[in-house]
């Protein structure tokens, strides 16, 4: 069965610092992968999405995937309070089906 | 990015009534949508596949005839929870594709927070 493993938490990371997220796939052939935050009581809302190797910035985020490693993070510099939330991974897989991590809960401490 | 609406936002409904829960994709078509359930403190589940024109494709585990859904049209899904009861209680969310078939990113409706008594 092809997964999506992410760790629960709660990560707690001090306000300014730099927050790093992780999520590893099963599935070597898959093709995209995503970065949604989910604050308490909200839908999803997409942060970044990354195809290729390698790393791709977009303000305070950079994502980092690592096809080999079947690995891919979402780094967040400074770190605001208004970061806290849950980080979903999701995965489109060789089927082009979309799997989802259950999310990586952060903290930002003031 | 692309924008999902859902209505209603909340839903408070009592046991063995039927709710409708609609979602539309307000600037571009979908032939696919998406139908997620979350429980508190719990990640998404996808429920089913709901695809314009023909059968919606259900999860397994998914009561077809419990969860009814129907894609009439390329900017309209609708998922209806027929004979609701208090462990239907859940965060439904929807989906669509920005490219409007399925293989694209998703973008999320803001969720329909449904309350059964």
Redo the contacts between chains.
Sequence with gaps: QKEVEQNSGPLSVPEGAIASLNCTYSDRGSQSFFWYRQYSGKSPELIMFIYSNGDKEDGRFTAQLNKASQYVSLLIRDSQPSDSATYLCAVMDSNYQLIWGAGTKLIIKP | ?AVVSQHPSRVICKSGTSVKIECRSLDFQATTM?WYRQFPK???M?MATSNEGSKATYEQGVEKDKFLINHASLTLSTLTVTSAHPEDSS?Y?CSAPASGG??D???????T?LTVL
């Design positions: 990015g998406f719990q990640s998404l996808l965060f969310i399925s293989t990113t998703q973008y999320f409706g803001p969720g927070r």
